[in-house]
Structure formats: structure tokens, C-alpha cells
């Protein structure tokens, strides 16, 4: 049973425009949501989160929304540029709950950046 | 070097085979987990630990044993391979809600 997904397992942007990545999530008990970048033969790379208290983060090309109503996350890329081509995971966590920092992971999404 | 590293990067190895891949993290993080990634699952937590000598199961434990005597190292051991166990496997650590990823070790078991 999901309880993250990501329903687009692939994503073609041209350059300069915004990439969307989206996320869902079915446990309300999820408070802290995290997006990491993965190249091929490297480990995930943090990018951005946000807090269930919020309900936009920004950190210079990245921003995150959370619609905690809709239980949907997404990730907006803007401008795109060819070196952010790598797959996106989308991921959760349940602090209050006491899970022992465990995250929970969607499959991710392959976003291509095209010049 | 700072930062997360794991050791070897790639490994071949035959059924029923003891394998142990090394963890080793500078920062002094008191969370560390081991992952395994595979084509349609994502990432899947196989052990993760709180503390030095202080572990618990993820959710695919099965075949593997871990242990934490230091706070920087966290090895995981396949007590005797199978086929199943081809695989990414990932450490990490975590200082609180982020982990922070190593490269990863590519295991073939033939």
C-alpha cells in the first residue's frame, strides 16, 4: 500500500520553462514532506521540505506547495535547466506519530530538462 | 574526507556468500538507515538505527544484520546472499527530519 505516490513516473520539460512534479499522500498523520534529487550512480540528494504548518517553501528555483486538504505536494522547478534532469522522490514522515525519523518514499519521478 | 561514504562501491559475489558493506559518517548524526533500491520499489528501509547500539527493523529486514558499536559506522551484512539480493543498496544519516545519502553500493549476487 502507497502511501506516497507519485502517479507520473516521467516528466519532459524544455529548458527555461517550469517543471511540476507532483506528489500525494494518504496518512494525515504525515507533518514533514521532503523532495530529493537522485543522478544515476549517486545516493538521493536533499532539495527542499516543508512543514505540515506551511503551506509554500522557496529556496531560489525550488518551491514546494502543500495542500494538506487535498493530501498533494508539488514541486515547482522554475526556470528548468538541463542539469536538473534526474529522477525526484517525494517523501514523508509522521514526526508527532514518534516513527523514529523514518522516512516514507514515492517511487519517484525521471524529469527531463530538453535544450 | 567529511560527509557519508560507503565502501565498496560495487561488489560481485555467489549465493550463500557472508557479504558486509561498510558505512562510515563524519558528522556525528545519531540516526543512520540502510536502504536498498530496486526497479519499481523506490527506496525501501532494511534497517535503521537511533543511536550507538541501538537498532530496529525496516521493512525489509529479511537476510540482513546490522550493528552500530560507533556512532559513525553502521555496516550491514548479508549473512549468506541470494539472487534477491541484487541490488542499490543506500546508507544514510540524520541529524533530525533530512538524511543526508552516501553513493550507494551496486551488489550483484550471481
Known amino acids: 500500500d502507497q502511501q506516497v505516490k507519485q502517479n507520473s513516473p516521467s516528466l519532459s520539460v524544455q529548458e527555461g520553462r517550469i517543471s511540476i512534479l507532483n506528489c500525494d499522500y494518504t496518512n494525515s498523520m504525515f507533518d514533514y514532506f521532503l523532495w530529493y534529487k537522485k543522478y544515476p550512480a549517486e545516493g538521493p540528494t536533499f532539495l527542499i521540505s516543508?512543514?505540515?504548518i506551511k503551506d509554500k517553501n522557496e529556496d531560489g528555483r525550488f518551491t514546494v506547495f502543500l495542500n494538506k486538504s487535498a493530501k498533494h505536494l508539488s514541486l515547482h522547478i522554475v526556470p528548468s535547466q538541463p542539469g536538473d534532469s534526474a529522477v525526484y522522490f517525494c517523501?514523508?514522515?509522521?514526526?508527532?506519530?514518534?516513527?523514529?525519523?523514518?522516512?516514507?518514499w514515492g517511487l519517484g519521478t525521471s524529469l527531463a530538462v530538453n535544450p | 574526507d567529511a560527509g557519508i561514504t560507503q565502501s565498496p562501491r560495487y561488489k560481485i559475489t555467489e549465493t550463500g556468500r557472508q557479504v558486509t558493506l561498510m558505512c562510515h559518517q563524519t558528522?556525528?548524526?545519531?540516526?543512520m538507515f540502510w536502504y536498498r533500491q530496486d526497479l519499481g520499489h523506490g527506496l525501501r528501509l532494511i534497517y535503521y538505527s537511533a543511536a550507538a547500539d541501538i537498532t530496529d527493523k525496516g521493512e525489509v529486514p529479511d537476510g540482513y544484520v546490522v550493528s552500530r558499536s560507533k556512532t559513525e559506522n553502521f555496516p550491514l551484512t548479508l549473512e549468506s546472499a541470494t539472487r534477491s539480493q541484487t541490488s542499490v543498496y543506500f546508507c544514510a544519516s540524520s541529524p533530525y527530519n533530512e538524511q543526508f545519502f552516501g553513493p550507494g553500493t551496486r551488489l550483484t549476487v550471481l
Open positions: 558528522w556525528s548524526h545519531s540516526y
Open positions: 517523501a514523508a514522515s509522521a514526526n508527532n506519530a514518534g516513527n523514529n525519523r523514518k522516512l516514507i
Open positions: 516543508i512543514s505540515s
